[in-house]
Each structure stands twice: as structure tokens, then as C-alpha cells.
């Protein structure tokens, strides 16, 4: 990795490449509307992935640019020819994935900052000629704004902020099939990563209790994938209490709609747990696979239910501290290790501290 030297600060372009995940993605806006606050007057470029770009679109004060994987290999060609014109002042690779540095290569910049090499992969650093300060087990969140603290940014200047911009015709969308009425619990049942999902048995009783002790409407939703819809509709299925079920129905903006619309939501580590904080209302993550300090709901994490340490002895017969900061396990058994009880005392300490908070 050979050095160069650093801009000046603030710098007059600047250039994000985070592509993925919708987690990950809604993990950056604290770190964007710092550098909006800070450097006003900077221009930014936020290559993203085509996914994703749906719900950070309405941000203003950011250029963004799609990176459409799904064209394979035409993808960097079609983001060098966007590009081939263009010179940054810096340039954040915010993302370790190969996939991530192949792309970094379309775009030219002087100063290109990467992770340390504590959390680098796959080649990272071939790609980069700085790295942002090593750190102690941060949340991804920390982790992003480590890129700022490395450019001069003081952590007293750090916006906590998730808002994006409405989407005007979603809100109407998730007010015509929401109208007002009893409070409304939203469960997003489903993982990109199955092995992430709790059973969907488990989530019925915990949302007939919701319905029964608290007069909750729940509401199901995942993505169009057909493995999820299937997961969500058998959930339904085991319901004393008809949900009002939205499985593979809203795109991300309704998705978002919707939530802004509840009391809370459920979910394992996913995408949809993350928009919560977008959302502004409290989210219970169950964690078994991951660790909730490193990827969880960072307004939430003490109404997570965290079950990682457990999974670490169960799998591996040791505690998490012994692992690599960050790692995922790769065994479906260990989400069984959440029971209904503990998920329904964390519900009911959630709406106590929300009822708490009111009075």
C-alpha cells in the first residue's frame, strides 16, 4: 500500500462507495449527515447498489451513482464510463467485499481511505493507500465513523441522525391500508441469510399474545422472495388472530411507510430491523448468529434479545469473547436457543419503558 498525500480538509469532491446490504446502508446515514453538517460545502458521490439506492434516493446534497451488479462484469464498465471523466478529492471504500475494490477502480482519486487492517478482507488493501484508526470492537455505525474521526472530523460534531425525506406516495399507500386505530406491532419474520430466521411457530404465539394482552394490530411483512413469502404465510397460518398480512407486498419506501406507522417492530438481523431506526419507533432484534454490539439496532440494543454468547458455547463450546470481533455462526440450531418467554418479557419491557417515556 504506498502512501499519498492527504487532501486538505474539507475537501471540494468527495466519493463513497458502500453498495450493500439495506443494514449496512442505513448504518452510513449517520455518517452522511455528519459530512453534510461538517463539510457543507463538499460535494458528495455515494456510489451504491441498485437495491439500495431506493431508499436513500430523496437525501438532497448527494450525487448518487448505481452500481447494477446484476449486470455482472458490464457493471464496471457502465460505472467507468459514468465516471471515466471524473476526478475526486478523496475517495471512502467503506465496503471489504471484493466485489466493493473491483468497483474502487473505476473511480480516481488520489487519496483512497479503507478499513484497518483489523477488519480489512479480501484484498482490501490493495485498493486503498490509507487506513482509518484501528478500534476496539465497535458497532458498524463506530466503525463508519471512523472514516470521519481519520479526515479530521471531531466525534462532538457526529449527527446521530437516520431521517431520510418521506416518500409522499408510500405515506398515502400505508395510511389507506392503516387507517387509525388500536397500535399496531410490525413483524418482519424473514432474513436475506436463513439461517438467521426464528421458527415461525415461536413468532405466532408471541404475536397472539401481543394481540390479546394489548389489543396490538400486527402486521407481517417480508420481501417478494418466495421462500420468505411461504416463511410469513405459514406464521399466519399458526395465528389465533389474523394478522393483517403484507408478505411480499411493499417495496422498501411502503416498507418504511409502514413501520413509521408502529409502535415497535420484531425481527432477527436483517435489513428491516435496521429501518426501525429510520423509522424512528424501538425495534427487538433476536440474535443468536451475530453479535447485536457489532450489527444491531443502535437506538435498540437493549430491547435485543441476545442469545449470542449461548450460540458460541453451543457451537463451539467456548464464549463469543474468544471470537474473531464480528464473526457470523453458520448453524441454523442456534436461533432455537431464543425462546417465546424471553421475546414476550422483552415486549413487555419495551412498551413499559414506551409508556414510561409518555407519562
Not at 8 to 29: E, F, N, W
Not at 147 to 153: N, P, V
Request: include cysteine; glycine fraction near 6%.
Amino acid at each position: 500500500m504506498s502512501e499519498s498525500p492527504r487532501p486538505s480538509y474539507p475537501p471540494k469532491t468527495l466519493c463513497l462507495l458502500r453498495l450493500s446490504a439495506i443494514g449496512d446502508v442505513s448504518h452510513m446515514l449517520p455518517m452522511v449527515h455528519t459530512l453534510r453538517h461538517c463539510w457543507p460545502d463538499t460535494r458528495l458521490t455515494w456510489i451504491i447498489g441498485e437495491t439500495e439506492v431506493a431508499l436513500v434516493e430523496r437525501l438532497e446534497g448527494i450525487e448518487f451513482v448505481v452500481f447494477r451488479k446484476s449486470r455482472g462484469l458490464h457493471a464496471y464498465r457502465d460505472l467507468t464510463r459514468i465516471l471515466e471523466s471524473r476526478r475526486f478529492d478523496g475517495l471512502f471504500l467503506m465496503q471489504v467485499a471484493l466485489r466493493a475494490g473491483l468497483a474502487s477502480l473505476c473511480i480516481r482519486s488520489p487519496v483512497r481511505l479503507g478499513f484497518d487492517r483489523a477488519r480489512a478482507r479480501e484484498v482490501h488493501g490493495l485498493f486503498v493507500n490509507h487506513r482509518i484508526a484501528p478500534d476496539i470492537r465497535p458497532h458498524v455505525i463506530d466503525g463508519f465513523m471512523g472514516f470521519l474521526k481519520t479526515s479530521g472530523i471531531e466525534p462532538d460534531r457526529f449527527q446521530y441522525r437516520w431521517d431520510v425525506p418521506e416518500d409522499p406516495l408510500a405515506r398515502a399507500w400505508a395510511e389507506e391500508q392503516l387507517p387509525d386505530g388500536p397500535p399496531i406491532v410490525v413483524i418482519s419474520p424473514c432474513a436475506g441469510n436463513p439461517e438467521r430466521n426464528w421458527r415461525n411457530d415461536r413468532y405466532a404465539r408471541v404475536a397472539d399474545h401481543l394481540a390479546e394482552a394489548h389489543g396490538m394490530r400486527v402486521v407481517v411483512t417480508c420481501s417478494k422472495e418466495l421462500e420468505q413469502v411461504k416463511f410469513t404465510n405459514e406464521m399466519c397460518a399458526r395465528m389465533r388472530h389474523p394478522p393483517i398480512n403484507m408478505a411480499g407486498r411493499t417495496n422498501l419506501q411502503q416498507l418504511l411507510a409502514v413501520l413509521r406507522r408502529a409502535r415497535f417492530m420484531i425481527g432477527p438481523d436483517s435489513g428491516p430491523i435496521h429501518l426501525a431506526t429510520i423509522a424512528d419507533i424501538p425495534a427487538l432484534g433476536l440474535y443468536a448468529n451475530s453479535n447485536p454490539r457489532r450489527t444491531g439496532p443502535y437506538r435498540s440494543l437493549d430491547w435485543c434479545v441476545d442469545r449470542y454468547d449461548d450460540a458460541a458455547v453451543y457451537r463451539f463450546g467456548q464464549k463469543a469473547s474468544n471470537l474473531r470481533w464480528g464473526y457470523k455462526i453458520h448453524d441454523a440450531d442456534v436461533m432455537g436457543l431464543i425462546t417465546v418467554d424471553e421475546v414476550i418479557r422483552m415486549a413487555e419491557k419495551l412498551l413499559a419503558d414506551l409508556a414510561a417515556e409518555e407519562d
